[in-house]
């Protein structure tokens, strides 16, 4: 029973009543003191115990339904709506009173050994789903407060690059351009924010459906290759086109590759290389970013995928120190890994092998 691990012995025995001697007294002494409810029935569907937990979140007590057969319980009780869940397979979670309980269930062999009872475990989860509604309504406040305003200016800055450049003065478009790339820069900045936030709070989402990820990749790498000319960089890719359609999240794989090519790049100088590989392992895929750039001190290491961290040769580089966290937590979710060498002054190279295999999901 997973859930038993999160059973907590909240009293010690305090040692002025006689300690219990027999084995069975001593468990039920024990089982009485956790923080978690407890309900055990034997193969007759009979209560033949119930610990002082689940008599308070269940508002019952004890002495009335120990030794009855669930169906001898009035219908309406929590405890008869809890027993009549079937949560062996699942948790359910169920209110009572004002308060959400955490019902699971397993079979548990009886003590003569002669067949099967069940132990049902109750766990208050009443302060956890209100906090996690709290943070879900900051992240969606959050995301509406700082992301709509932003959206409406690109939006004009949008209309105007299309429809009145060519009728505006040089020095205007200039700014239009500039306004442009910064709103860009300044959404990328917040969708990392609240993503770090989520990634904490763990609200980050991962939804995987089959995708092609040559196509993800060669996206990416066509997006960058621009900036590349324009930052006087060699940028080369080479996609192999034996990678099988997958089952992964395309739009946050698609954030990880960017963000590792977009890395390389930003911490690259004019005449450096970049190059991006993508090949087929065993059963995995291990696409490589390699870079002729600043490189990694080999005491940041370490470091360089916890939140907001900088290498202190990054200064003076625009950053957040979140997208590697953010990279990280995505290849996790695919149970993927990331690996990086680099030596400072020398370059650097990142390593993601993703599995192929449907096995692993
Ligand atoms: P940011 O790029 O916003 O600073 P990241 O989380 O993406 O944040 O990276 C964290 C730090 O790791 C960077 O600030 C930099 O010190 C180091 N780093 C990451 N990629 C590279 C790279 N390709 N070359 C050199 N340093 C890098």
Known sequence: MGNME??????????????????????ESLIDSLSDGVIYLDD??????????????LQVNREFVVGKRI????????LYKVLSE??????????????????????????????FGEIVELHDVTREKSERRQREEFVAMMTHDLKSPLT???????????????????????????????????????????DAYRLEVGLLQIHREFC?????????????????????????????DQIPPMKIDGKQLGRVFANLIGNALK??????KVSVTAEMGDDSVLVSVLDTGIGIPEKDLPR??????????????????????????????????????????????????????????
């Not at 990416?220 to 996609?239: H, L, M, N």
């Open 6 to 27: 999160n059973c907590r012995l909240n009293a010690s025995y305090s040692g002025n009543a006689p300690f219990p001697t027999e084995t069975t007294h001593l468990h």
């Open 86 to 115: 079937y949560c062996r397979d699942e948790p359910v979670e169920i209110s009572i009173s004002g308060r959400v309980v955490r019902v699971n269930a397993a079979e548990m062999p009886l003590p003569d050994g002669a067949g």
């Open 152 to 194: 409406v200016m690109m939006g004009y800055v949008q209309a105007i690059k299309h429809d009145m450049l060519d009728t505006v003065d040089p020095s205007v478009r200039s700014c239009i351009k500039e306004i442009d790339r910064s709103s860009y820069k300044l959404l990328g900045m917040i969708e990392d924010i609240l």
């Open 212 to 240: 092609d990820m040559k196509d993800i990749l060669q996206g990416c790498c066509r997006d960058i290759s621009q900036e590349a000319q324009v930052r006087g960089i060699e940028f080369t890719y080479d996609i192999s």
């Open 267 to 272: 911490f690259t100088p004019r005449r450096g």
């Open 71 to 78: 169906d001898m319980l009035p219908l309406r009780t929590p």
């Open 44 to 57: 007759m569907g009979v209560i033949r115990f119930l610990n002082r937990a689940a008599e308070e979140l």
């Open 304 to 361: 360089i995928f916890n939140k907001y961290y900088r290498s202190e040769s990054a200064v003076g580089f625009k950053g957040t120190g979140l997208g590697l966290t953010i990279t990280k937590a995505i290849v996790d979710a695919h149970k993927g890994t990331i690996e990086v060498e680099s030596k400072e002054g020398g370059g650097s190279r990142f390593d993601v092998t993703l599995p192929t295999t449907l096995s692993e999901w």
